[in-house]
């Protein structure tokens, strides 16, 4: 099993293991690279996975400031080159899904598995809502200055809901490090502020390769109407996740190797025709 720490130390910067296809997992804001925990040994056994944790994150890297989608989607390019890597599978989550589908559209994927983007609102009012849902929540998590996170167990008996529909159902050691990690995130007011927010992600149509994009039931995040209606297409499909929340993996980790690799098949099927 991928070994992901524990909630008193602070997890390794990434995790590169497998072998295979090259697949970049990237995760939510406030998380790290552990929520991809339950998903890295199935999808190990035929890719080489790297899963980062973003910077200005537990245990990442210092982020560039002010930190934006924009300049995290540099990084993100530049974590490639590093690794040799022109192109790559990309699943996203959140955060990680709008970073996705940046790279993207700079020519960087095969593939993309988008998994509850930001970035891809029905209008700046759904935007500005989420970023008062953060900032209603900053005497959990510490957002805004001079707020101090709440203790522990008390960010997951209070956040745990938010990111699974079904939270008892995720396991103990996964909870832990999901709680540990948001009170550690460095650059929330700056990703609040960035000028980009309001306008998201507008580049959807113009995406060439096979892209998911993946609508959690029971999102309680980014909840299904603050997308606008999405319009499936040649390269784009749209599907919905019955009965998880904002962090499938957590609880439907099978369902999302399924939606992984069912999007890395169109890949080779559009390659090889």
């Known amino acids: ?33 552990q929520s ?4 890295i040994d199935d999808l190990r056994a035929d890719h080489d996975i790297l899963v980062p944790t973003l910077p200005g994150h537990w245990g ?53 598995t988008a998994i509850s983007p930001a970035g891809l609102w029905r209008d700046s009012a759904a935007s500005n809502a989420l970023v008062r849902k ?34 008892e159902t995720v396991p103990a050691h996964l909870a832990r490090a999901m709680a540990a990690a948001p009170t550690h995130c460095a650059i929330l007011d700056d990703l609040a502020e960035d000028p980009a927010l309001p306008t998201g992600f507008t580049a959807l149509p113009t995406l060439s390769v096979p892209t998911s994009i993946l609508l959690p039931e029971f999102d309680r995040v980014l909840p299904p109407h603050l997308y606008p ?6 390269t784009i499909e749209v599907h919905p996740l019955p009965g998880v929340g904002h962090v499938p993996m ?18 080779a099927k559009a390659q090889s025709a």
């Open 36 to 39: 991809w925990l339950p998903v």
């Open 229 to 234: 209606p999405l319009t499936p297409t040649p």
């Open 134 to 167: 953060f900032r209603g929540m900053s005497p959990l998590i510490g957002f805004g200055a001079g707020s101090p996170p709440a203790m522990p167990n008390m960010i997951r008996s209070l956040l745990l809901p938010l990111l699974a529909h079904r939270p």
């Open 1 to 33: 099993m991928a070994e992901g720490g524990t909630a008193d130390s602070v997890p390794d910067p990434l995790l590169r293991t497998g072998r295979g296809a090259p697949l970049l997992l990237l995760h939510g804001v406030l998380l790290t690279w």
């Open 250 to 267: 957590l609880e439907a980790p099978t369902r999302i190797t399924t939606e992984i690799r069912a999007t890395i098949t169109r890949a």
């Open 60 to 112: 990442g890297p210092q982020a560039r400031r002010p930190a934006t989608v924009a300049s995290l989607a540099d990084w993100a390019e530049a974590l490639l080159d590093e690794n040799g890597w022109r192109t790559a599978h990309i699943a996203g989550n959140s955060l990680g899904g709008w970073i996705a589908l940046e790279l993207a559209a700079r020519g960087r994927a095969r593939s993309v």
